[in-house]
């Protein structure tokens, strides 16, 4: 072997790649010849500059960090509010199920379950509340839910004052509701640009950026619509066993 065949097979040695040789007729040829054993070094010594750094002061972000981090009381006050609410509720659903009356529709003549359901449900509703405005990341998850049915309690209890079914003061009973809904709407706002507990957080820069080590990253397509992105190929290779 002479000395350019052996460069060229440690140059591949040191980038992680198949030797052109085997790896013993090199070693041997390292034994006999100075000046490969000279060139080796340096090229290890130039090989470990290029890719390892002395390691520098680190910055401190603490403030940095702190500063960009919401509030850890985001939205005290409604959320206050909406305990409030909840201990309403809850209150009234227990007053409804110990009462064992349905107070301006006791003339509908509805069974004792149908009764026991709705009474059950005004509960479920309050511990919702309650757990909303303790947990206010899981305010948005109740929103749907209570806005469809305040909705349909709204229209039903609308209907049956003007038809004389039911009276003002039952109607009035349902207001807790309209107002969890409102203040269930601002805590989860409020909360929306918060990461959920167990997720990665996310930033406004991360929508036009992406890590281009990521194989998932997003493409944009032709038209302005989001597409897959291509895996990169490894930039070395491992020695081959």
Known sequence: MDCQSCREALSARLDGEAEPVP???TDAHLAQCLACTRWQASAQALTRAIRVR?????????????AAAPPRHTALA???????VAIVQLWLGLAQLLAGATGGHSGHGISTHLFNEGAAWNLALGIGLMVAAVHAHRAAGLLPTLAGFVAVLVAFSVSDLIGGTATATRVVSHLPLVAGLVLLYLVARAHREEPTPGTPAKHDDD?????DSDGDDVAPQPGGRPGRGRHLR???HR???
């Open 78 to 84: 409604p959320r206050l509010a909406l305990s409030a």
């Open 234 to 236: 490894p930039t070395a």
């Open 23 to 25: 790896a013993a007729e």
């Open 54 to 66: 002395p390691v520098g002061p680190d910055p401190d972000l603490v403030d940095a960090v702190l």
């Open 239 to 241: 020695r081959a066993a």
């Open 207 to 211: 929508l036009g950026h992406h890590d």
